[in-house]
C-alpha cells in the first residue's frame, strides 16, 4: 500500500514539475496575453495585482476544453492549416482592435491616471462599468488566447505531444490532473508576478511615463496581430506547422 502511494506521488509530481517547466518557460516569453495582463493592470486602480490571476483563470478554463477536445481526438482540427490561417486572420484583427482602442483612449485622455498618485487612491475604478469583452479580465484572457494562432499549434503539436509520452487520459485522471495543475501553475505564477510589478511598479510614474508604456504595450499589440495575420500566408503547410511547433 505504502509503495502504491509513493509510487503514485512520483508520478503526479514527475508530470506536474514537467509540465510546469515548460508552461513557465512559453509563459515568460513575449506575447499578446503578456502585453495584455501588463496593460489591464496598469490600468486598474484598484487590486491591479490581481489582473494576472483573473486573466490566466479564463486562459485555463479555455485550456481545459481543449485538452478535454484534444482527448476526444480532435487534434487533427488544429493541424490543419486553413484553420491557423483562420485563426490567424480573425486573432490578428482582435489584437489590432485592442491595441488601437487604447492608443484612441491615450490620445483623448480616456484612461483614468488618478491611480497614479498613492494618497487618492481611495476612489473607485472609474472603468468598472466596462465590464464586458477585453475589459473583463477573465474574459480577455480567453479572447486574447483564442486569438493567438501559435497557442493553438502549440497544444497541436508540443501539447499533445506530452499528453501521449506520459500516457495522459480520462482512464488515468491523476496524470491528468498533474498535467493541468501545473501547467496552470505556471501561467498564474509568472502572470501574478507580472501584474504585480506593473500594478505597484507604475504608482510612482508621472502620467506622460504610464501613457508611453501603454501606447508601447499597444503599438506591440498592433504589429503582433499583424504579424500573426500575415504569417500563416507566408509559407507552405509543413514549413508553418512544423517551424512554429516550438513556440508555447
Not at 480577455?140 to 506530452?162: D, K, Q
Request: proline share 4%; hydrophobic share 55%.
Amino acid at each position: 500500500m505504502l509503495n502504491e502511494f509513493v509510487n503514485f506521488f512520483s508520478a503526479f509530481w514527475l508530470i506536474f514539475s514537467f509540465s510546469f517547466l515548460v508552461a513557465l518557460t512559453g509563459a515568460m516569453s513575449p506575447g499578446p496575453l503578456l502585453t495584455y495582463t501588463i496593460i489591464k493592470s496598469t490600468k486598474t486602480s484598484k487590486r491591479g495585482y490581481l489582473m494576472g490571476l483573473w486573466i490566466i483563470i479564463g486562459h485555463a478554463a479555455l485550456e481545459m476544453v481543449i485538452i478535454i477536445f484534444l482527448l476526444l481526438g480532435f487534434s487533427f482540427v488544429l493541424k490543419n492549416i486553413i484553420v491557423v490561417r483562420i485563426i490567424g486572420i480573425v486573432g490578428g484583427m482582435i489584437l489590432v482592435f485592442f491595441g488601437s482602442s487604447i492608443v484612441r483612449d491615450v490620445y483623448l485622455g480616456n484612461i483614468p491616471t488618478d491611480f497614479l498618485n498613492p494618497p487618492d487612491m481611495q476612489n473607485e475604478e472609474t472603468a468598472a462599468s466596462k465590464n464586458k469583452g477585453l475589459e473583463n479580465p477573465v474574459i480577455g484572457g480567453i479572447i486574447i488566447s483564442m486569438s493567438n494562432p501559435y497557442w493553438w499549434v502549440w497544444w497541436a503539436t508540443i501539447g499533445l505531444a506530452f499528453m501521449i509520452q506520459f500516457d495522459i487520459s480520462f482512464r488515468q485522471w491523476p496524470k491528468l490532473l498533474a498535467f493541468f495543475l501545473g501547467h496552470e501553475a505556471g501561467d498564474l505564477s509568472w502572470y501574478l508576478i507580472v501584474s504585480t510589478l506593473s500594478f505597484f511598479g507604475l504608482r510612482y510614474l508621472n502620467k506622460k511615463a504610464y501613457y508611453g508604456i501603454l501606447v508601447f504595450c499597444a503599438l506591440f499589440m498592433i504589429l503582433f496581430g499583424i504579424y500573426l495575420g500575415i504569417t500563416p500566408f507566408l509559407h507552405d503547410s509543413t514549413t508553418y506547422l512544423a517551424g512554429n511547433s516550438k513556440l508555447l
